[in-house]
């Protein structure tokens, strides 16, 4: 197994954020653009359901917790205004 380069990931509110591999990092921003770019606003559940079925589809494997890293990925992907948050209530939807 190579070793993948990291990336420093950003966070929406300024505080410390964590560095990912740039490959899991790379494929989940994939998934959850794609997942908005279909025009539904989502909440964090059903991309999270979405990127499942990808990685079933196209028979990858994640190692560790995808939840984990898709709450990053999306945190890192609202600070750089990829994608945005819609409303306050629970569950939270985002859109691009």
């Known amino acids: 197994m190579t070793m993948s380069e990291k ?11 964590i560095s990912m591999d740039q490959e899991k990092y790379d494929l989940l921003k994939k ?26 589809i196209e028979k990858l494997k994640f190692q560790g917790s995808l939840e984990w890293h898709l709450e990053w990925v999306k945190l890192d992907l609202e600070a750089r205004k990829e994608i945005r948050r819609i409303g306050d209530k629970s569950p939270q939807k985002y859109s691009i």
């Open 31 to 56: 998934y959850i653009l794609r997942r908005l770019a279909s025009g539904i606003a989502s909440t964090q559940s059903e991309i999270l359901n979405f990127i499942k079925q990808e990685l079933v």
């Open 7 to 17: 990336i420093q990931l950003i966070h929406p509110a300024g505080k410390k954020a």
